[in-house]
């Protein structure tokens, strides 16, 4: 909260509450704060901090705002948001030299109060009222100082004039019904001027009024004012008050600077407000505004801040401390109450006596922890603690063996248990593990047993006795309980028989019944329920919505509810439907940890039970079941992008469009609950992502990310602490808005893409095929005319060899000729190889198709590859053509060129290049374009085939270089 100094508090129509402070304005969900001022960001940002008065107007959904320095100014309850002034009225309400101290709203009338006169703005017509002249004991309009403004529900305005007195105004014409003068309302006498702090309607045509002469109780009966008469004696009609306000039943509770009173409507009694073991009453100090809202429940602002209360009576008083004194009961081990208005409790320090009427806590013994207390008699009370047994009576603490002799024995044991089995036998339990006594009075004998005489005690502990409804007793041990007879001293042990009924870690520390089942307290399982032959029925634990598993007492309300206490809280179970309550020191306990053996069952009305700070009485007949479900909003939507985040406030908003840019979206909401706003829970789903609810706890927030781009509902519900959930889930709207990349147009592009990809792969593959085939169909044609031709020629030869008479030469050149044609073959077969498809490859297959024939010339050979070159891979009809082009060049260096060296290269540099030079004559390229013949010709056709051009460089006796580069 943004000041603990608060002016004003209401209830706006979504059930928020608004406090105003001296440091600006606060919006109240139960559990956050959304504060408004000058230092809020600009949607929350008011122009001046003390706020003087604030109304709401429902029909615009506004709250109207006077702060000092700042004017006038107005807030969306719808959106949370500081809205600015229409253009039309900015100029008219700023009030620039007034100080403004009050506002109401009438209809459309705007009323405002200042100390510098009184005035009416019509908001629809955006013009001021003009208002008639006063009477002559009343200052002029211009002059007249307004403390408080009120709108009653029958259109009239109620204008309290400090120094003046009262007026009464029709709220939409302005015009005045009545006059109240300040001597009219001076019942006491007071030498000083009439100062008005507060103003509350109430029934009847009447209104209560704070000021500093006391309270004053008017009447507007026939529109005219007039003074009723009050109870003088009460100090709040004589002494300065600050606050009143109206209950539901119509009792008037008043603040004054140090006490909080209420009236009763019915008697006129007046009670004085005081809370009970609060270790502050700060809350008392100067309470300047009280409001009651639609539940009833009672807020109070002072100069130490908020509080608010149920009028209810509560299920439970704490007594910790004591009233005017600094005694506190640090922890409670035992307690007995002797009637209805004093407890004895035994602590941890010493024994107290406790007055529940006036909270008075007196110590009857110090230092010594004291663990059972129990009537020995109606007015003799037994007490066991660390330095022996003693006997309460008539207030005062006696050793016990100074009445009951027998007891001497017994008095250095230690006991914490304890039950009457008749009118002359009383059973002791020792927290020693010594067993158990059986004290006979009418004999007063005392007879111990344990396990050494037949009593089955697991480890000689005793957790506690339970005398059921038929009278027999039971012992609670660690993980057995026996039934005893104390006249026979027999017993027989029984076990919780069923299953998961057998963990050593089980320690049983009490038991109660109910018409069907007994009820124990496990500690570290939980609440056992078993039927009456011990047979395991069910368990509930902290899984089933028990408030811990470390339990340790149980009371049985009737038959239909059992009490359990633990170390964390109070559990309240309905054994019929099975409905778990939970209760905290936040719900009036004195602390959420309870003791072992601190708990006593007076009544069914009432239970006692304490541990950490004090005891508690519990009434059970007061437990109340909230059966209002909290009103849920959707009150922030928080947008993070990359560009930043983006806050959306509208309580009705529906529907929200999320920008492509955010990568996040936290949804924020309230469950309206003030009985118990820490409890609210929720769950929400998304019907397009799961149909199932998600539970969410008591997170009031959740955040959306990884949502693809289209149209979502998410529902919210919400829950109280009686699991009573919201009838309708809140709805919202989402449409997330796509990227660039996820929009249609931009799917459609990239599929046209893709499919363009694909006709393009398809084309390319289609024309890639085409040209192997043409390089397959060439290398037929070529094998079809070389081996053709060849075959012929061997034919022809073949003939002559068998006819002529040049038999040998014609062998040479049959030959010859399938020498050739073998070498054709096996290059086609090479090119058709795909293992063969690099540059280095083809100049490995260069060098063997020359090698033989330079080497018979005896010419030096030097074939080198670009490293980063060799791994190079090049197509077929490459391979093929510059294979022939290179034995082509290379046969006419042999043939023509008398040189002693040849060498072959490729390169990279600047593009793929493959070059054959050699050493020898050379010729003139001048006479080229005249002796070019079929060689040259042919080179020239392959490399342009495979789009690669020839050049040839050389001149007489300069050898000849030839380089075949691709374009």
């Given amino acids: 909260m943004s000041s603990y100094n608060i002016t004003k508090i209401l209830q706006d129509q979504y059930k928020f509450i608004w406090i105003s402070t001296q440091d600006g304005l606060n919006c109240f969900d139960g559990k956050r704060f959304l504060v408004f001022n000058q230092q809020s960001d600009p949607a929350h940002r008011l122009k001046g901090n003390t706020i003087m008065d604030m109304a709401e107007d429902r029909q615009r959904q506004l709250i109207w705002l006077i702060t000092s320095n700042g004017g006038l100014q107005s807030v969306a309850t719808g959106t949370q948001t500081v809205v600015s002034l229409e253009e039309k009225d900015k100029t008219a309400l700023s009030f620039n030299d007034k100080w403004l101290h009050s506002v109401a709203i009438c209809g459309d009338v705007l009323w405002i109060g200042a100390y510098e006169g009184l005035f009416a703005y019509d908001l629809s017509q955006h013009t001021f009222i003009k208002l008639p002249e006063l009477a002559d004991n009343f200052p002029s309009l211009s002059d007249i100082k307004i403390g408080k403004l009120l709108a009653d529900d029958q259109g009239r305005i109620w204008a309290c004039c400090d120094e003046a007195g009262m007026l009464l105004l029709d709220g939409k014409t302005g ?9 009219g309302m001076n019942t006491a006498g007071s030498r000083k001027s009439i100062l008005f702090w507060n103003i509350t309607g109430a029934p009847q045509n009447e209104a209560f009024v704070s000021t500093n002469w006391g309270l004053r109780q008017i009447s507007a009966a026939n529109n005219k004012l007039s003074l009723k008469q009050r109870n003088a004696s009460n100090v709040i ?7 009143c306000a109206l209950d539901t039943t119509g009792n008037l509770w008043i603040s004054d600077a140090h006490h909080l009173y209420k009236e009763e409507q019915q008697t006129g009694r007046l009670t004085k407000i005081s809370e009970r073991n609060n270790e502050s009453d700060a809350w008392q100090t100067a309470i300047y505004s009280l409001y009651f809202d639609d539940n009833n429940r009672l807020w109070m602002g002072s100069e ?136 006979d009075q009418a004999s007063k004998k005392i007879t111990r047993h344990n396990s050494e005489n037949g009593l089955q005690l697991d480890q000689e502990n005793i957790s506690s006795f339970y005398k059921d409804k038929e009278g027999r007793v039971w012992v609670l041990s660690t993980n057995s309980l026996s039934q005893f007879d104390p006249l026979t001293g027999k017993s027989s042990r029984h076990v919780i028989t069923g299953a998961a009924s057998s963990q050593t870690s089980d320690i049983l520390l009490d038991m109660c019944e ?143 469009r ?15 609950n003030f009985n118990s706003p ?47 959930w919201t009838d309708r889930f809140v709805e919202l709207s989402l449409e997330y808005m796509p990227k660039w990349y996820q929009t249609i147009w931009f799917k459609g592009l990239v599929v046209c893409f893709v499919v363009g990809l694909l006709f393009a792969f398809y084309r390319y593959r289609i024309a890639q095929l085409e040209r192997q085939h043409a390089i397959r169909r060439e290398i037929a044609n070529d094998l079809h005319d070389d081996l053709g031709s060849t075959l012929n020629t061997v034919k022809v030869l073949t003939h002559l060899a068998r006819n002529g008479t040049e038999r040998e030469e014609y062998l040479n050149k049959i030959e010859e000729s399938l020498t050739s044609a073998s070498t054709g073959l096996r290059d086609m077969l090479w090119v058709l190889d795909d293992s063969g498809d690099t540059l280095q490859d083809l100049m490995t297959r260069i060098c063997n198709a020359v090698l033989p024939v330079i080497n018979a010339k005896g010419i030096h050979l030097d074939c080198k590859v670009d490293e980063e070159l060799k791994d190079r891979i090049i197509s077929k009809a490459e391979k093929r053509n510059l294979l022939l082009i290179a034995r082509e060049a290379v046969n ?50 392959r490399a342009a085939y495979i789009n690669y051009s020839v050049d040839i460089d050389t001149a007489p006796e300069r050898g000849v270089n030839i380089v075949v580069r691709k374009k």
């Fill in 658 to 672: 999320i920008p492509s840019d955010v990568y996040q979206t936290t949804i924020f909401f309230s469950g309206m």
């Fill in 678 to 724: 820490e409890r609210v829970k929720y769950a929400y789903r998304i019907p397009e992502v799961n149909d199932k609810w998600t539970d969410i706890g008591s997170q009031n927030y959740i955040p959306l990310m990884d949502l693809h781009p289209g149209e979502y509902t998410i529902q919210i519900k919400a829950g109280n602490e009686d699991d009573i």
């Fill in 892 to 941: 006419n260096s042999i043939k023509y060129a008398t040189c002693r060296n040849i060498s072959i290269s490729i390169s990279a540099h600047p593009k793929l290049s493959l070059n054959i030079s050699d050493d020898g004559i050379g010729f003139d390229t001048k006479l080229m374009s005249v002796t070019e013949g079929n060689g040259l010709k042919n080179m020239r056709y």
């Fill in 304 to 439: 130490e801040g908020l509080s608010y209360c149920s009028l209810r009576k509560q299920p439970f008083e704490k007594f910790y401390r004591s009233a005017g004194s600094t005694t506190k009961i640090q922890h409670a081990f035992s307690i007995y109450p002797l009637n209805d208005s004093i407890v004895y409790c035994g602590a941890a320090n010493g024994l107290y006596e406790v007055n529940t009427n006036t909270d008075l806590i007196r110590q009857l013994h110090a230092g010594a922890s004291c663990y059972l207390i129990a009537a020995v008699t109606p007015d003799n009370i037994l007490v066991s603690n660390s330095e022996g047994l003693f006997i309460i009576t008539k207030g005062k603490l006696l050793r016990a063996k100074q009445l009951y002799p027998e007891l001497a024995g017994i008095e250095n044991d230690l006991f914490c248990t304890m039950t009457r089995y008749n009118n002359d036998i009383i059973l002791l339990g020792s927290q020693l593990r010594k067993g158990l006594y059986v004290w």
């Fill in 514 to 656: 109910t018409n069907d089942s007994y009820w124990f307290a496990v500690y570290g399982k939980g609440l056992v329920e078993t039927d009456k032959q011990l047979h395991l029925k069910r368990i509930m634990s902290k899984t089933s919505g028990l408030c811990n598993n470390g339990v340790y007492k149980v009371f049985a309300v009737g038959d239909s509810v059992v009490l359990v206490t633990s170390n964390d809280g109070l559990a309240v179970v309905n054994v019929h439907n099975n409905r778990i309550r939970n209760y905290y020191e936040q719900d009036g306990l004195q602390s959420n940890s309870f003791e072992q053996f601190c708990g006593y069952n007076s009544s069914p009305d009432t239970i006692y039970a304490g541990g950490v700070n004090g005891f508690s009485i519990i009434y059970p007949r007061n437990f109340f079941m909230n059966t209002t479900p909290p009103g849920l909003y959707i009150n922030r939507i928080k947008m993070d992008a990359t560009s930043g985040s983006r806050d959306t406030t509208n309580l009705q908003m529906t529907t929200l």
């Fill in 237 to 243: 009609n004589t002494k300065e008050v600050f606050s």
């Fill in 175 to 183: 015009r005045i019904l009545s006059q109240l003068p300040a001597e």
